[in-house]
């Protein structure tokens, strides 16, 4: 049955349509305003159009578009050393276009890891409930979510999918066909929950123990969105041997990242994986551009005071409706309420008062702005999620 267009109905977008967007607002074609508290999902970190990444990517544009990793790609050798200065465990990347692919690459690391270091048994991969790492073949069952599976075929063998925060059934799990942990600081699409610190230290103890690889799904709540460069480096002792990141990267031209110890990497060697885009002269400039932005003074600082402000308003908006927000979820500038009416209803109310927003997993309203905004931003988004908040009370 044909739809009203030539697209795959994957999506049920609104009926708006931006053409514009300029710091953290969007303008529709018929000039309508709108403050974007989504990003394009955590994507979209310095706002939109900001002029050094335009100008970053339309002066490569001007001079070399395309290599493939055939040949050196400019700027990719100083951009994995700059992220790998910023990270004292991490001292190789492969450049990915998306999330997934990172997610890909570093299961695969962590696989031939254990293949050429004496442990081809070591296949299995656990995660957790909650989790989503993808919608690739792979990286959808990593996630485990049934809904995304369905109808798929069969689920691909080597995953074990964990209860969150089950520690007894994590221990039982692990077994002489374990490779590794996988787990996402900052749970984003399960409903914005953070790990505990002493878990994230308490799964690098147990990797330890077992000889496994330790992999952190940072796609989301990495690139400056907790408020420093990536989540985990809230925690002291908590690193990972292995991290995916994408999203925020590029500020919104695709950009992604697979970053590994020496060791976890040391078998990736000629033939073992590829991309024909991955790290891109298009995406290094623009990745350079963005890595400059998030290193400026007070960019961190300033995510961090945003955030606690935004904090405090919600705590206000939830003594103010107790009857329709349950509780403050998230990290830094990836925050939300997990709400007792549904969701959707808030986010569209809240569209129509020219605010936007997403969900999350749990009956969660996920917010995750661009990185730059002001208090003054978020109290006009909190003024208009109060008039969506007083319209779904009213009318229900
Ligand atoms: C979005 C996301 C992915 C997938 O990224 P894509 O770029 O859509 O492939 C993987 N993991 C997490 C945690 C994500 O939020």
Request: aromatic share 8%.
């Amino acid at each position: 049955m044909a739809a009203n267009n030539n697209i795959y109905d994957c999506y049920r977008p609104p009926a708006q349509e931006f053409v514009r967007g300029e710091g953290p607002y969007l303008y529709t074609k018929e000039g309508d305003k709108y403050l974007d508290f989504i990003a394009g999902i955590a994507v979209a970190g310095f706002g939109h159009a900001h002029p050094k990444l335009v100008e970053a990517l339309t002066s490569q544009a001007a001079n070399l578009w395309h290599l493939s990793n055939m040949f050196k790609n400019p700027g990719q050798a100083e951009l994995a050393k700059r992220y790998c200065d910023q990270l004292e465990w991490a001292d190789k990347i492969f450049f990915t276009n998306s999330g997934a692919e990172a997610v890909e690459c570093a299961m695969k690391t962590a696989r031939r890891y254990q293949y050429d270091s004496g442990h081809p048994e070591r296949v299995d991969i656990i995660t957790f409930s909650g989790a989503f790492h993808g919608r690739t073949m792979s990286t959808v069952t990593a996630g485990g979510n049934p809904k995304y599976m369905e109808g798929f075929g069969p689920a691909i063998p080597g995953f074990i999918n964990l209860e969150f925060g089950d520690h007894e059934a994590l221990k039982a799990a692990i077994s002489d066909t374990t490779a590794a942990i996988l787990v996402e600081p900052v749970q984003g699409e399960g409903g914005l929950r953070p790990l505990p610190p002493e878990c994230l230290r308490g799964l690098r103890a147990m990797c330890d123990e077992h000889g496994l690889m330790l992999i952190y799904d940072e796609v989301q709540c990495g690139a400056g969105r907790t408020g420093k460069l990536f989540a985990h480096q809230w925690v002291e002792g908590g690193h990972p041997d292995i991290m995916a990141a994408a999203k925020g990267m590029g500020g919104g031209y695709p950009l992604g990242a697979c970053i590994a110890s020496a060791e976890a990497a040391q078998y990736m060697v000629p033939g073992t994986h590829g991309s024909t885009y991955g790290g891109g002269p298009m995406a290094m400039a623009v990745g350079h551009a963005a890595l400059d932005l998030m290193e400026e003074d007070g960019f961190m600082e300033n995510v961090i005071q945003v955030s606690n402000f935004l904090k405090q308003q919600f705590e206000g908006l939830k003594d103010e409706f107790p009857d329709m927000i349950e509780e403050l979820r998230g990290k830094g500038l990836l925050m939300g309420l997990k709400l007792k009416v549904p969701n959707v209803d808030v986010r569209m109310k809240a569209m129509e008062h020219g605010l936007l927003v997403g969900t999350a997993g749990d009956n969660v309203l996920r917010m995750a702005p661009p990185l730059i905004i002001t208090e003054d931003h978020v109290r006009e988004a909190i003024e208009a999620l109060r008039k969506a908040l007083t319209d779904v009370k009213n009318k229900a």
